[in-house]
């Protein structure tokens, strides 16, 4: 089946640093990948969506300089979080759309924890 | 606007059946899907369904009515491990999946 995987799956830094996650789909090509937000008991928010080799599309009220997307290859994705603060501490989820149509399923990466302190 | 109504918790026994409803009103529709998420995880995908009608896989059944805007997903033979969140998503015209808060169950041995 369709594998996606994140890196890191948890990361802890200081306040005003910058963290990058890395999203990839192991075993298929994925030219559309998403980025979701979650905050404890809260629904899952879509942050951007992630287009192989074009700029990344971002939902209303997401800050694309903070959030720095980049989809260099059809199997990687990357979110930059920069210059962290402590609200910016949730659980980030990716996932990647099999194909290149758009109806084509969503399989989620296990999501990273982010702690700024 | 976009909209989707599920229960936010609900408890049930371990062995029993329990029915999760959804409603949902989207901008267009293109299928909806159910997921699974336990505390701390990625949701993980559990049934799609696009036409009227009930799916079934094996313990988990999904229902879906277009014309009433309503979904149910059913599981029967509840297992301690079921305790998670339930998460409806359908998908609108941009085939853009649209979350709900989902309902969390609660098994209860």
């Known amino acids: 089946g369709a594998v996606v995987s994140q890196h890191p799956s948890w990361v802890i830094c200081k306040s005003g640093t910058s963290v990058k996650i890395e999203c990839r789909s192991l075993?298929?090509?994925?030219?559309?990948m998403f980025w979701y937000r979650q905050f404890p008991k809260q629904s899952l928010m879509l942050m951007a969506t992630?287009?192989?080799?074009?700029?990344?599309?971002?939902e209303q009220g997401v800050e694309k300089d903070k959030f720095l997307i980049n989809h260099a290859s059809l199997t990687l994705s990357t979110l930059t979080v920069t210059s962290a603060h402590p609200e910016d501490s949730s659980f980030y989820i990716c996932?990647?759309?099999?194909?290149?149509?758009?109806?084509?399923?969503?399989?989620f990466g296990p999501g990273t924890r982010l702690t700024v302190l | 606007g976009q909209n989707i109504d599920q229960p936010t918790e609900m408890t049930a026994t371990e062995g029993a059946i329990v029915q999760i409803n959804c409603t949902y009103q989207t901008s267009g529709f293109n299928g909806l899907f159910w997921y699974q998420q336990h505390a701390g995880e990625a949701p993980t995908f559990l049934s799609y369904n696009v036409l009227d009608g009930l799916e079934e896989k094996g313990r988990f059944s999904s229902f879906l009515s277009r014309s009433k805007g309503y979904s149910y997903l059913l599981l029967k033979e509840l297992q301690m491990k079921d305790s998670a969140s339930y998460l409806c998503a359908p998908w609108d015209s941009n085939y853009q999946l649209i979350w709900g808060a989902g309902t969390k169950l609660i098994i209860k041995p």
């Open positions: 075993d298929f090509q994925a030219t559309t």
């Open positions: 996932s990647a759309r099999v194909g290149d149509r758009d109806y084509g399923e969503q399989f």
């Open positions: 992630s287009n192989e080799g074009s700029k990344a599309t971002y």
